[in-house]
């Protein structure tokens, strides 16, 4: 029986298009957010992992799972997706039937891991531990073309989310689950994440330092070799070079490794994929003074500037603003005083009521992290034509 979408994760390839968010201010006049959606962005980064990277471009599913981004990116050449659940498998697979999922987090119910390999046709999986691995060998019948990769703990202090706090083993510990991998009867790879929001290309070396020390340690072949995500987003408290140095810093990393001619090499990209392929019209809905009040904040698609992200904006042009600016206090709309951004916002001084603030760099963790308490819940997306171009400057 065919699983049927829910509505609000049908296509939505067909958005309603505008020229500029000034025209969809315009048209709608709206007192509610709206997500920008510019699919020639999320083209213009996929080329650059498509064309680049020599290995397979698997997208991080979790870090903006919208149809319109899938759609975006899969008519762009994306064929691989990095899932971490079974709804994300499924979301992937009835979008897109001749795409390839890949069940990447390393811990997974029995059932999702049975229901992936059966159902979906999904023949890759982690592991950090041994009774993963175990319970993955009690669910799935062991064949050489169900690939275990084992990943491997990276600690860098260049990233905003160290991931290797969470999951990820030794090199000696990984020597251990490789070899039970091979006497199971499955083939092997291994895997590393940097960590999201890498703010040094060196971190890649680190890893294949690590992947490096279980090669010559190891006589198990390995089928593949996963650099996992970690590619940066522009923000405005972070200057990062130009993802081609990222994948340039991958591919010199790899050189020289003993490797089978036919291993191939994965990267897992969401944030450097989707970053600048949304942004957020957020309205004005009160002023108090330095403080102003948002019809979108923490709770709904600014979560991640909890952890000091700061996104890009500009002034939605509807009239002349001050050229003087105010640091202002940006409250959100729920009724919880943690509601608010963590720093001040520097903002036309004549700002009021009724006026509209873009905010850029929203197709990472923007709708996908959002939430509907207090029943604010931001749902509305449109397609616009034109680029993103940030009022401010990025720091030093």
């Given amino acids: 029986m065919k699983e049927v979408l829910p509505e609000a994760l049908s296509d939505t390839s067909e958005l309603p298009a505008y020229a500029t968010p000034e025209d969809v201010v315009a048209d709608l006049a709206p007192d509610y957010p709206i997500f920008c959606v510019r699919p020639h962005a999320i083209a213009r980064a996929a080329r650059v992992?498509?064309?680049?990277?020599?290995?397979?471009?698997l997208y991080a599913v979790k870090c903006n799972p919208m149809p319109h981004m899938l759609d975006s990116l899969y008519k762009a050449g994306i064929r691989h997706f990095d899932t971490a659940s079974l709804s994300e498998i499924a979301l992937v697979s009835q979008l897109f039937?001749?795409?390839?999922?890949?069940?990447?987090?390393?811990?997974?119910?029995?059932d999702a891991i049975r229901e992936a390999h059966q159902r979906y046709?999904?023949?890759?999986?982690?592991?950090?531990?041994?009774?993963e691995l175990k319970k993955i060998s009690e669910v799935i019948p062991a064949r050489k073309d169900v690939v275990i990769l084992v990943r491997l703990a990276?600690?860098?202090?260049?990233?905003?989310?160290?991931?290797s706090t969470k999951f990820g083993t030794s090199v000696d510990a990984a020597l251990s689950l490789l070899a039970e991998i091979d006497?199971?009867?499955?083939?092997?790879?291994l895997c590393f994440h940097v960590g999201s929001q890498c703010l040094d290309a060196e971190a890649y070396a680190v890893g294949m330092q690590s992947v490096r020390d279980?090669?010559?340690r190891s006589t198990v072949p390995l089928e593949c070799i996963d650099v996992g995500g970690g590619f940066p987003g522009r923000y405005l408290n972070h200057r990062v070079d130009d993802l081609a140095s990222y994948i340039g810093a991958i591919v010199e990393a790899t050189r020289g490794l003993d490797l089978p001619e036919s291993s191939r090499l994965f990267c897992e990209p969401g944030r450097g994929l989707s970053e600048g392929g949304e942004s957020l019209i957020a309205q004005v809905q009160l002023r108090k003074g330095s403080a102003i009040y948002l019809n979108d904040g923490?709770?709904?698609?600014?979560?991640?500037?909890?952890?000091?992200?700061?996104r890009p904006y500009r002034m939605v042009a509807t009239r002349s603003f001050s050229e003087e600016t105010t640091g202002f206090t940006v409250y959100g709309p729920t009724c919880d005083s943690v509601d608010v951004l963590p720093d001040p916002v520097a903002l036309p001084a004549d700002i009021r009521e009724g006026d509209w603030i873009e905010f850029g760099g929203?197709?990472?963790?923007?709708?996908a992290c959002r939430t509907a308490f207090n029943g604010f819940f931001p749902d509305t997306f449109v397609q616009v034509e034109n680029e993103f171009v940030s009022d401010t400057q990025p720091e030093d």
Avoid: W
């Avoid at 046709?121 to 009774?131: I, K, L, P």
């Avoid at 923490?298 to 700061?310: A, C, D, F, K, V």
């Avoid at 929203?362 to 709708?367: H, P």
């Fill in 154 to 163: 990276v600690h860098h202090q260049a990233v905003v989310y160290d991931l």
């Fill in 214 to 216: 279980v090669i010559e």
């Fill in 49 to 57: 992992f498509l064309e680049k990277f020599p290995g397979d471009t």
């Fill in 183 to 189: 006497r199971l009867g499955f083939s092997a790879g």
């Fill in 121 to 131: 046709g999904v023949r890759h999986h982690v592991v950090d531990h041994a009774d």
């Fill in 298 to 310: 923490i709770y709904g698609s600014m979560n991640e500037e909890q952890t000091g992200l700061r």
């Fill in 97 to 110: 039937p001749e795409s390839i999922c890949y069940f990447m987090h390393p811990v997974k119910a029995r």
């Fill in 362 to 367: 929203m197709g990472a963790y923007g709708a």
